[in-house]
């Protein structure tokens, strides 16, 4: 089981992103394996927000973020007041920015392996829960 940070997804969607083919490569992968993604609500909301920010294409960034919502496998979590004491916690005690607190904090209730391109994300969040790049991430399912 996993969840993918924002970044992923972004980086999948926007062919001029720097980590474009590794992300896109992971989502393939994963969607070929049928693997099961558990991701935020707000998910939806960064990943539609960041493409539209980049292109500029209000209607491309929705689809971006529609997309997300159509994965195989995927399970869309909420931000109740658990959750939300949960992300507070993983934020206050790894130092982590308030959206990061909550991919980690989701990771962390669905017992995921959590991939993201932050790489901070990966320093500060290893404490808590599995994370990975999606480079080291694709570099482990072959090994």
């Known amino acids: 089981m996993l969840t993918l940070d924002a970044s992923v997804l972004v980086a999948a969607a ?12 992971t989502l393939r992968l994963i969607t070929a394996a049928g693997l099961e993604v558990h991701l935020p609500a707000i998910a939806l909301v960064e990943v539609t927000a960041a493409a539209a920010r980049r292109t500029g294409d209000g209607a491309f960034a929705r689809r971006v973020g529609q997309a997300a919502l159509a994965m195989p496998g995927l399970t869309l979590h909420g931000l109740d007041a658990d959750a939300a004491l949960r992300a507070a916690t993983m934020a206050s005690n790894l130092h982590l ?4 607190a909550v991919y980690v ?3 962390l209730a669905a017992g ?21 790049t999606p480079s080291d991430w694709l570099a482990s399912r072959e090994a």
Do not use: G
């Open 112 to 132: 995921c392996v959590l991939i993201t391109l932050d790489v901070e994300v990966v320093d500060r969040a290893a404490s808590a829960v599995p994370v990975f």
């Open 14 to 25: 926007l062919r001029d992103e720097a980590a474009h083919a590794v992300s896109a490569e």
């Open 105 to 107: 904090a989701t990771a």
């Open 97 to 100: 920015r308030a959206a990061d």
